[in-house]
Structure formats: structure tokens, C-alpha cells
């Protein structure tokens, strides 16, 4: 029963699976159809393997450029803030964004030595250098509200000291601790549209 048992343990690993669920996922995929398990580990293993980050705004991609940021009809003006990349697929399901995205992949957090480079701000600043004077930026963050948020907002702002750039914030009725992930899309729909400023900076 060694193998049952990691199977669970590595099961157990995954966000959102509890013990309980680990051991049901086990013996789903012990009682699986000859093929499964080999088109599971073989769809983990290319994900893993093709995916890498976009060059521009870090969320997942197979080229050096998503789709979101090859898209002409997004606007560069606007730069959403997320945290993690299913962020973005929270944010776009709302279908009222209509910018681009910047994803951290984490939060400034001194505890888990995450800092500004690991979340490429400075990549962000050049991003928005590059624009030059085609006309101001909104950095609208959307970020879920937590300690770590609001310190990683502030070096945000500092990264862009100078820039023509407005920072906003989307308001919603998340706790403390909230996942805009779990989120419905009528309450970040109107997070987004009730957005508000909190630094203009330039
Ligand atoms: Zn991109």
C-alpha cells in the first residue's frame, strides 16, 4: 500500500484538497480506464514542458507573446495587476476589461523572500517607458486585499514615481483574505467599474 499511499500524499498537495478528497482522487484514477492515467500525466508533463511566461506581461503562454498581449484591440493604456494567472481568466470572464494584464505570480512578502524582482516590476516600469508619449497609463490593480497587497501596491506605486501613470484599485466587497478567483462575475464586473484612483502619479 506504499504507492497508494504517496499517490495521496502528492494528491494531497494540490490547493484546495483536503486528505479526504486526495484519497477519493486516488482510487478514481486506480479505478480508471486503461488509457487515462498515461493522457493525465502526459497532458502535466507538456504543460509543463511547453509553457513558459510572456515576455511582456509574465502570464502563461507556449510563445514569447500571449494572445492577450499580441491582441490589437486590447489597449495598452490600461494594465491590470493580478496575482496569479487564474486571476486573469477571473478578471476576463466579466467581459468588461478591455486592457492588459501584469501578473505578479505572488506578493511582496519579506517572510518568503519575495521582492520587487521577483515580481518584475521593473519590467513593468519599462513596459510602461516604452509607451512614451502615446498618452497616460491606468495601472488598475486587482489585487485580493491582504497584507501582503497592500505593501506590494506601495512598491508599485514607487516603481512608477514619475511616469504619467494613474493607479486605481478595484473596489469590492471582499474580506480580508477574499479570492477574486472565487469571486462571481457580476461582483468583479462591478469592482472594476467602481474602481477607484489612488495615486496619479508623473
Ligand atoms: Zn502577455
Do not use: W
Not at 497508494?4 to 477519493?24: D, M, N, W, Y
Not at 503562454?61 to 477571473?90: F, G, Y
Amino acid at each position: 500500500m506504499k504507492s497508494l499511499a504517496q499517490l495521496v500524499h502528492e494528491l494531497g498537495k494540490l490547493p484546495g484538497i483536503g486528505s479526504k478528497t486526495a484519497t477519493r482522487l486516488a482510487y478514481f484514477i486506480l479505478n480508471s480506464e486503461g488509457g487515462y492515467v498515461n493522457r493525465l500525466s502526459t497532458a502535466m508533463m507538456e504543460a509543463k514542458a511547453k509553457l513558459r511566461n510572456c515576455d511582456s506581461c509574465y502570464n502563461y503562454t507556449e510563445e514569447a507573446l500571449c494572445d492577450l498581449c499580441k491582441n490589437p484591440s486590447r489597449t495598452d493604456h490600461l494594465i491590470a495587476i493580478v496575482e496569479r494567472p487564474s486571476d486573469v481568466d477571473a478578471v476576463l470572464s466579466t467581459q468588461s476589461f478591455a486592457g492588459k494584464f501584469h501578473v505578479l505570480h505572488g506578493l511582496i512578502s519579506p517572510i518568503d523572500g519575495t521582492g520587487p524582482e521577483e515580481l518584475h516590476l521593473n519590467d513593468l516600469r519599462k513596459r510602461v517607458e516604452a509607451l512614451g508619449e502615446t498618452g497616460a497609463v491606468e495601472i488598475m490593480l486587482a489585487l485580493n486585499p491582504s497584507v501582503e497587497s497592500e505593501a506590494t501596491a506601495l512598491y508599485i506605486s514607487k516603481t512608477l514615481q514619475g511616469l504619467p501613470v494613474e493607479i486605481s484599485k478595484i473596489a469590492y466587497g471582499l474580506p480580508m483574505g477574499g479570492a477574486l478567483e472565487y469571486a462571481d462575475k457580476m461582483t468583479i464586473t462591478k469592482a472594476i467599474s467602481n474602481r477607484v484612483s489612488v495615486q496619479s502619479c508623473g
